[in-house]
């Protein structure tokens, strides 16, 4: 009911009835709207008059560019894309800072990785028009592979790193960070948290700036070349521009401190991390007993400012999510400013997951020496806590086709009685990992499946070895594995789970679906031609739930000794054929169990695990507000009991 409401109300202030316009794209001073840390961002470029955006869905990232999108839709002259993959997003934007205007690239923190060939060198470059790379950590890998903190990378490249602590700061940074782009030439990156990036706040909407609409190459070939020659003068001109961001960093508006003189204690804290840091020492009466600093420029931090900060402490805690990075530039600053101070970060706080209020609490009482007994209220919430529901493991959705897929392979694999190798990507398929489907042995990054294969391939293996990703991982990433099995003559089944989306984060258009972020049409890039380039000599697309037929064809793939094979999956996405159906009022013919044929084997849930089945006592039933209707299961229960619910 709660979540109902808040959706009402976020309807209610993010629309304007006579205009029918996304308050994000309204252009009233002063108009407040309660926005994701995300659309605040995006209000925030739209603020500082950003003429190019372009990026690669990635939680928890996504929001940024599909907002922009929608404000698109009111300033035509903002182009906006999704592009192929976080790289050449980053050049799109990039080349568009290099002809004067205003640009942002958007990518969560491994989509960093994707793009660092581009970014470390472009850096030596700087900015032309502001730039802003949005970089969207994900501590406690909430949909990652890792907990990557991009500062690091940040520093490697000598790139100047904003932490905003809130959804109304993250709009305000925002415009901050491309007025020093371009007042210091030179990249800017805007680090966030996946907490920062779905929380919501009120905020404050700004003046909209007429846009600069056209962008002009100045043909300056020894700033934009980096040949050798040009490579070593920029690399000496990014290095004394990193002297000027220094001393700039020491007046940045958005450092804050607060000093109590009478206190020998201190805390810093950075990023969202502040936030929790303030609403603790506000709700236990503790923010007139310490000093702090909210630091906003983690790198460079500013030494002059934290120097000061801790010359009369006797003790301060670093309050940061994942790495000790600004703990370190204390270690090193303390040295000169106060060699005799106790520095306290990662002793108490966590090096890995995400920070709470909960756990930044306990640290600062920790480092106060002030844990008291909890109220009772809050024990007994504790004891309510402690009683926890059976653990739930991510699962594919109802009538998934990756489902079918995997439920196939797994017949293929009884067949030939042999154990199949999984190499997979990292997306909604991933997911093929949990039981009972456990199809998925590997995921390192995006297009690594293929890499991996052919390296399986190479070692004497004798198992049926498949690569599987997606269809937009494919395009993303997956396009020179494919070659390069073909070139090394690579005897791998390549698996393309095509339907027709980038359904992890959130059903966004790729190369393969025809259309673009706007919704209008592009041309359609066909997978099975590209692998026709690319020389596969053996390529199927089959439908999963034709579950005999893809399991004959899987041992077909095998059989098949000409190089690689490609089997092309290809049905809707689950979610989007409900959905399209809904649109269009089409009768969707859900399923029941007929007790009476129904023996109580449990092969359904045992191997295909569908969350439309629910096992009370001893019986199975379909929930029919699950059931998609895919029609799988009723084609694998070998004595006939699922059968068509009636109307």
């Known amino acids: 009911m709660l979540y109902f409401l808040e959706i009402l109300v976020w309807v209610k202030i993010c629309w304007d009835d006579e205009m029918s316009r996304p308050i994000f794209a309204q252009d009233a001073v002063g108009t407040r709207a309660i926005l994701l840390g995300n659309e605040a961002i995006a209000r ?23 907002t922009l999108a929608e404000i698109s839709r009111f300033y035509p002259e903002i182009y906006v894309e999704w592009s192929i993959n976080e790289k050449v997003g980053f050049e799109t934007a990039f080349a568009a800072s290099m002809c004067g205007v205003r640009s942002m690239a ?3 923190h491994v989509g960093l990785n994707v793009a660092l060939d581009s970014f470390v060198t472009a850096c030596y470059a700087g900015a032309k028009g502001g730039f802003v790379l949005v970089s969207a950590d994900d501590p406690d890998c909430h949909s990652s592979q890792n907990e990557q903190d991009n500062r690091q990378l940040a520093k490697l490249a000598f790139c100047p790193v904003l932490e905003p602590a809130s959804a109304n700061e993250a709009k305000e940074m925002t415009k901050y960070a491309f007025d020093f ?21 009120d905020v404050t909407l700004g003046e909209i700036p007429p846009i600069k609409k056209r962008g002009k190459f100045d043909h300056d070939k020894s700033r934009w070349t980096f040949l050798p020659v040009n490579a070593r003068k920029r690399r000496r001109l990014m290095l004394e521009r990193m002297e000027k961001i220094k001393e700039a960093v020491e007046t940045n508006p958005f450092n804050k401190t607060a000093i109590n003189e ?12 502040h936030t929790y840091v303030v609403e603790c020492l506000e709700k236990n009466n503790l923010a007139d007993k310490v000093s702090y600093l909210k630091l906003a420029t983690t790198f460079p931090p500013p030494k002059k400012l934290l ?12 309050v940061e999510e994942l790495e000790p990075f600004v703990e370190e530039y204390v270690n090193i600053y303390a040295k000169e400013a106060n060699p005799s101070l106790q520095i306290i970060g990662k002793g108490l706080i966590p090096q890995y997951g995400e920070l709470t209020p909960e756990t930044v609490t306990e640290a600062i009482n920790t480092f106060l020496e002030k844990k008291k007994p909890k109220p009772k209220s809050e024990q007994k919430a504790k004891s309510q806590q402690d009683i926890k529901a059976p653990p739930r493991p991510p699962v594919l959705c109802p009538g998934c086709p990756h489902r079918a897929f995997f439920y196939a392979l797994k017949l293929a694999e009884e067949k030939k009685k042999t154990k199949f190798i999984y190499s997979s990507d990292i997306g909604c398929y991933t997911l093929g990992f949990y039981p009972p ?13 293929i890499g991996m294969a052919n390296g399986f391939s190479k070692v004497g293996e004798d198992n049926p070895i498949f690569a599987i990703l997606g269809d937009s991982t494919f395009f993303h990433a997956g396009i020179p594995g494919l070659a390069n099995l073909v070139y090394n003559n690579s005897k791998v089944i390549v698996v393309i789970l095509d339907n027709g989306t980038t359904a992890m984060t959130g059903h966004q258009p790729h190369p393969g679906t025809g259309i673009r972020i706007d919704g209008s049409p592009s041309t359609k890039i066909h997978i099975e031609k590209i692998a026709e380039g690319c020389g596969v000599k053996y390529i199927r697309v089959i439908d999963p739930y034709d579950v005999q037929n893809t399991v004959n064809m899987i041992l077909e793939a095998i059989s098949f000794n000409d190089g690689p094979a490609l089997i092309i999956s290809r049905r809707e996405c689950g979610l989007l054929s409900q959905r399209r159906k809904k649109e269009i009022k089409e009768k969707v013919v859900v399923y029941r169990i007929d007790n009476n044929k129904c023996t ?23 929930l029919p507000d699950l059931c998609t209707g895919c029609k799988v299961c009723e084609k694998i229960c070998p004595e006939g009991a699922i059968v068509e619910k009636a109307e």
């Open 307 to 318: 120097s000061e900060f801790i010359s009369n402490l006797n003790r301060v805690l670093i």
């Open 437 to 449: 489907l456990e199809t998925i042995e590997t995921c390192l990054c995006m297009g690594a499946s």
């Open 600 to 622: 109580k084997c449990r092969l359904c849930v045992s191997t295909l695990g569908c969350p439309a089945f629910l096992i009370e006592g001893d019986e199975i039933q379909i």
């Open 262 to 273: 009478k206190s020998v204690v201190g805390i810093i804290a950075s990023g969202l991390a």
């Open 181 to 201: 782009s371009e007042q210091y030439r030179t990249l800017v990156m805007l680090r966030t948290t996946t907490r920062l990036s779905h929380s919501q706040q």
């Open 44 to 66: 925030g470029a739209l603020e500082a008059g950003v003429r190019v955006a372009a990026g690669y869905p990635g939680t928890p990232a996504t929001e940024i560019i599909e």
């Open 106 to 108: 958007c990518m969560k």
